[in-house]
C-alpha cells in the first residue's frame, strides 16, 4: 500500500497540531507527515495520494510576502507540477469571529490552485454547522476540504476529524 503524504503548514502551532491528529486517525502507518517548509522539489510526485493542511494568515497568504505561512517556498513549485491522477484532500485553519469574511480563505486558494493543475480534490464539507459571513474555501456549494476553528470551535475539532477521516478514508482506498 502506497503511502499518503499530508504536507502541512506552518508547523509548531494548531496547523501541526490537527495534521498529527488527522495522521493518528488515519493511521500512522500510511501517513509521512512532511512540513511544507521542508518538502524537497518533486517529493510530492512520489506520492498518488496527498493530504494538504493550511492556515489562513491574511490575505497576503498567497502574495508570497508574509513570512510566517511556511507555504511561499512551496506555491511556486506547486504551480509547475501536474496533478493528473492524484488525490487530493485538504484542510484548512481559520478563526471565524475575527476573520469572519474571510474565513479558511487559503484553502480555498490553495483548492483552485489544485484543480489548475488537475487534482482531483476527495473530501468536501458541508457549510451547514460552519458559522461564518463569507469564505473563499466554497466551491460549488461546499467547502474544498475540512475547516478547522481552533480559536473559538475547539471542542468540535476531534469530532471533525473523526467525521472527515471515516469520509476520505475510502476515497484513498483505506
Ligand atoms: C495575522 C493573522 C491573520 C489571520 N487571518 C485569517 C483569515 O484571514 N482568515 C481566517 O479564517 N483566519 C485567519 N487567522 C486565524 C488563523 O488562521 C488561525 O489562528 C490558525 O489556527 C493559525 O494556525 P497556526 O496556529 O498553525 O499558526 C489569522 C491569524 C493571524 C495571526
Request: aromatic fraction near 8%.
Amino acid at each position: 500500500m502506497k503511502k499518503i503524504a499530508l504536507i502541512y503548514g506552518p508547523v509548531k502551532g494548531s496547523t501541526e497540531r490537527v495534521a498529527i491528529k488527522i495522521a493518528n486517525e488515519i493511521g500512522n502507518e500510511n501517513i509521512d507527515l512532511l512540513p511544507v517548509k521542508d518538502v524537497a522539489e518533486n517529493k510530492i510526485m512520489e506520492y498518488d495520494k496527498i493530504i494538504f493542511g493550511i492556515a489562513t494568515i491574511g490575505k497576503d497568504t498567497w502574495d508570497l510576502h508574509h513570512p510566517n505561512t511556511d507555504w511561499d517556498d512551496f506555491l511556486p513549485k506547486l504551480r509547475t507540477m501536474n496533478l493528473q491522477g492524484k488525490t487530493v484532500a485538504m484542510f484548512g485553519l481559520g478563526d471565524n469571529i475575527k476573520y469572519a469574511s474571510l474565513f479558511v480563505d487559503a484553502l480555498g486558494v490553495l483548492g483552485k490552485e489544485v484543480l489548475e493543475i488537475g487534482g482531483k480534490i476527495i473530501g468536501q464539507v458541508s457549510t451547514d454547522n460552519y458559522d461564518f459571513q463569507e469564505s473563499q474555501a466554497i466551491i460549488d456549494g461546499k467547502f474544498i476540504g475540512l475547516p478547522i476553528n481552533e480559536d473559538h470551535e475547539s471542542h468540535l475539532t476531534d469530532e471533525r476529524i473523526k467525521n472527515w477521516v471515516a469520509q476520505i478514508k475510502p476515497e484513498f482506498g483505506l
